[in-house]
């Protein structure tokens, strides 16, 4: 069973950046694909970004816009969010994920074990 615990959240000003990360515990994750999931107060958990076992695939929300890069390091069983450019509608919670599958997927429900989540709060 695979354990992940996010860190690198915190407050940052509108235009900052931060860099999340997601260490994995418990099972090599290296051919799993991970994601990055987020969610606001009242807000549906949303995809903000996705890679594949490899880190040869990556997908994105369609409102990071070039502003977010996710890799992975499989040596280290960790994935990575670098977020730039952060406004003030990035505020969220925000949790790392993995499929037992090496393919990327935008859709929450394709993946297995979750993170207990990282605050974002971008200050406008």
């Known amino acids: 069973q695979v354990q992940l615990v996010e860190s690198g959240g915190g407050l940052v000003q509108s235009g900052g950046s931060l860099r999340l990360s997601c260490a994995a515990s418990?099972?090599?994750?290296?051919?799993?694909?991970m994601g990055w999931f987020r969610q606001a107060p009242g807000k549906e958990r949303e995809i903000v970004a996705a890679i594949s076992g490899s880190g040869a695939v990556t997908y994105y929300g369609d409102f990071v816009k070039g502003r977010f890069t996710i890799s992975r390091d499989n040596a280290k069983n960790t994935v990575y969010l670098q977020m730039k450019s952060l406004k003030h509608e990035d505020t969220a919670l925000y949790y790392c994920a993995g499929r037992y599958n090496t393919w990327t997927s935008a859709n929450r429900v394709d993946y297995a074990y979750w993170g207990q989540g990282t605050q974002v709060t971008v200050s406008s």
């Open positions: 418990g099972r090599t994750i290296s051919s799993n694909a």
